[in-house]
């Protein structure tokens, strides 16, 4: 099993989790969160005053998947969330060791 | 009129008004609350609060009696010693306006004093003690705005002597443009400078955390100002009247002005913008309700709105931390307002005195000049000295870690907003958030460490207590 995490600009959470749902994505994590990467932010003027504004808000999307859908849901991640400018965001791949379901207890694939 | 008499319409509009205007202070807390940060709402409207406390009991106590007890020479202050603890103004009714019971007037000006302190504190935002503020508070009211009230607001009536502004110099305020805003605006200059800038100032923006809260605040104070200005008129009769339309379209037109210069600056119209627009509008137009038309109103609104919205950026290029903008918009519109009157006045208003665009000359502008200035050099020399006292003594500003971690929980142990899921029963953790680290935990453990023994095993007994 993967781990798959996205941090994405938010304006692309919805299309995101729609080409997600359309692949057969069945749950994910979401979070609201902030920080950089290359473009370091950008600046911002507020009330008459220019601002270096660091951390920019995203969207993390993390996804438990079985190992041979990793690659397809990281391309359907990178397709949809894609705008071509700075600021995109990244997409990372890591094996997880093991799952549990905590209703039933089901066990690692059973529990995806 | 029988002056023995009391006159019922005036009086309840005299009380009604009073009550409006205290109305204004919690507003106040709320447009100030919402413009810090999550981290020291509760400390900024604890300021304003703090004030309302304060300064009411001062107020009874002798404030009254030096800014309406008879002048002790020059009109620069009145007897404090006349009406100490109000008395004798309990059971006549033949006072300052004929058929307004004494003690009307004394509960009108009160609420005039605590918003004027209370406007301080947004220069002073996320870094000063609570204690310090209100020892502050204090003397300043009584070194500061008491005199100045009694300069401004206390006029000559029979054997009565009042101030110089008032009757020496005749400058046209008619409820507060100097006394109240010029001098918080100066004020509040004077304190930024001694606090020194917050940590981030000019480089984080610092954006407002709530403006809904900002925006209802703006609201209230609308909404009390109609007490503030047409309630000066101390009567229910025509002048009010004027005084309230000039109010509502002044204000009106501020937030056009305002709004449409950050529109071409920035690019955008805030409801920030929107918000301090209101303020500057209805600072202006309070000097100038008696003495304006309601055009020119509109003129003095839209000049005051685009003005504030200038000066408001100025504190960044001169490097002062008014936190929250008493210069840009108290000092800035008190200006504009006072002076404002020298160019606008009419005589087909109440006021009955005409300005430089009504062909009044100069006469009326230079009084009103001079009044501007000399409040607003006064409060800020006498702000800076009070200030810098605070601060040698007992400290006015908190820790660099405190001012980290949020005035709120390192100042008053509370947090505004506890949205967690665990919320309740934490202690002190408050909202986290980047750059809070440990320091809540850090200053908790010092603060036990403090207190061993006794204290420390009494407070647990408490913990025992409330959950038994």
């Known amino acids: 099993m993967k781990l798959v995490t996205a941090v994405i600009k938010p304006h692309k959470w919805e299309e995101v989790r729609e080409a997600l749902e359309a692949f057969g994505v ?87 | 009129m029988d002056p023995t008499q009391v006159n019922t319409g005036d009086t309840a509009w005299v009380l009604i008004s009073a009550a409006l205007v205290l109305l204004m202070t919690p507003g106040l807390a709320l447009f100030y609350g919402g413009m810090v940060r999550a981290k020291s709402v509760l400390n900024m409207m604890m300021m304003s609060f703090g004030a309302l406390a304060l300064i009411s009991v001062l107020w009874v106590l002798y404030g009254y009696s030096i800014a309406f007890g ?31 019971p004494p003690m009307a007037f004394v509960g009108f000006q009160a609420v005039f004093a605590i918003i004027t302190v209370a406007l301080i504190s947004g220069a002073i935002a996320d870094r000063a003690k609570f204690g310090s503020w209100m020892v502050f508070a204090g003397i300043w009211s009584t070194l500061v705005y008491f005199p100045i009230a009694h300069w401004v607001f206390d006029f000559s009536a029979g054997e009565h002597v009042g101030g110089w502004i008032a009757n020496s110099l005749v400058a046209i305020d008619f409820a507060g443009g100097t006394a109240v805003h010029i ?13 020194g800038t917050r940590r981030g100032f000019g480089k984080d923006p610092m954006r407002p955390h709530n403006l809904p809260l900002v925006m209802v605040g703006a609201g209230l104070l609308w909404f ?14 025509n002048l009010a009247a004027v005084a309230w339309v000039n109010t509502l379209v002044a204000t009106a037109a501020a937030v056009l002005g305002w709004l449409a210069t950050e529109r071409v600056r920035d690019g955008h119209a805030t409801s920030l913008g929107a918000a301090s627009g209101v303020v500057a509008g209805l600072v202006a137009i309070t000097p100038a309700c008696s003495a304006l038309s309601p055009i020119g109103a509109i003129v003095l609104g839209l000049v005051a709105g685009s003005l504030c919205a200038l000066a408001v950026g100025l504190k960044y290029r001169l490097g002062y931390d008014d936190s929250l903008d008493v210069v840009g918009v108290h000092l800035v519109g008190g200006l504009v307002g006072t002076i404002g009157v020298g160019f606008l006045a009419t005589s087909a208003a109440p006021a009955a005195v005409d300005g430089l665009f009504y ?55 509370e947090t505004a907003y506890d949205l967690h899921a665990t919320a309740g029963t934490r202690s002190g953790i408050g909202q986290g958030g980047i750059g809070q680290g440990s320091a809540p935990a850090k200053e908790h453990g010092k603060e036990h460490g403090k207190e061993h023994g006794k204290e420390h095993a009494k407070e647990h007994a408490d913990e025992r207590k409330v959950r038994a």
């Open chain 1, 26 to 112: 069945t749950g994910m994590t979401v979070s609201e969160v902030s920080g950089y990467g290359r473009q370091k932010g950008h600046t911002e003027v507020y009330r008459g005053a220019e601002y270096d504004i660091n951390l920019v808000p995203k969207i993390r999307i993390e996804i438990v998947v079985d190992d041979p859908d990793a690659d397809d849901v990281v391309g359907i991640l990178v397709k949809s969330a894609q705008t071509g400018r700075i600021g995109d965001g990244k997409v990372w791949v890591v094996p997880v060791e093991g799952v549990v379901r905590v209703r039933t207890g089901d066990r690692d694939e059973a529990a995806l």
């Open chain 2, 70 to 100: 008879d002048d002790l020479g020059l009109g620069l202050v009145g007897d404090p010693t006349q009406y100490l603890g109000l008395k004798g103004l309990m059971a006549d009714v033949t006072g300052v306006a004929g058929g307004l």
């Open chain 2, 183 to 195: 001098n918080a605006g100066a004020a509040g200059l004077a304190l930024a400078l001694v606090l």
């Open chain 2, 224 to 237: 009390g100002w109609f007490g503030f200005n047409a309630g000066s008129a101390l009567a229910a009769n």
């Open chain 2, 359 to 413: 062909g009044g000359g100069f006469d009326h502008l230079w009084r009103q000049v001079v009044g501007a200035v000399v409040v607003m050099a006064f409060s800020f020399v006498a702000t800076y000295l009070i200030g810098l006292a605070v601060q040698k003594t007992i400290g006015f500003r908190i820790d660099p870690e405190q001012e980290m971690a949020g005035v709120d929980l390192t100042t008053h142990a």
